[in-house]
Nanobody
Framework: QVQLVESGGGLVQAGGSLRLSCAASRMIFMFNDMGWYRQTPGKQRELVAGITTAGVINYTASAQGRFAISRDSAKNTVFLQMDSVKPEDTAVYYC?????????WGQGTQVTVSS
């Protein structure tokens, strides 16, 4: 059963922007704090940003000041606006519950930043 569907990734030049989307079921979206995570080959998946059902937001140091997480209750979707991207942001991005990922991981969306 597909619970999370990420989209919006692609190839972007350093300094550019991307907007990632994560569509979830209504039940998941309504009752869970949600987060964006990312993973590069050979490394563990890491948290990028999280947003609670009340709209409280947390960013990791790598995302602070450049990324913005938001959620749209009408669309059951969580967004990650990525601005001023850097080559080190290259990764597969996933969404899941926050701060502890408890759902099956989706397929993720690949973000590649060229220098």
């Amino acid at each position: 059963q597909v619970q999370l569907v990420e989209s919006g990734g692609g190839l972007v030049q350093a300094g550019g922007s991307l907007r990632l989307s994560c569509a979830a079921s209504r039940m998941i979206f309504m009752f869970n704090d949600m987060g964006w995570y990312r993973q590069t080959p050979g490394k563990q998946r890491e948290l990028v940003a999280g947003i609670t059902t009340a709209g409280v937001i947390n960013y990791t140091a790598s995302a602070q000041g450049r990324f913005a997480i938001s959620r749209d209750s009408a669309k059951n979707t969580v967004f990650l606006q990525m601005d001023s991207v850097k080559p080190e942001d290259t990764a597969v991005y996933y969404c899941n519950t926050f701060p502890t990922p408890r759902l099956n991981w989706g397929q993720g969306t690949q973000v590649t930043v060229s220098s």
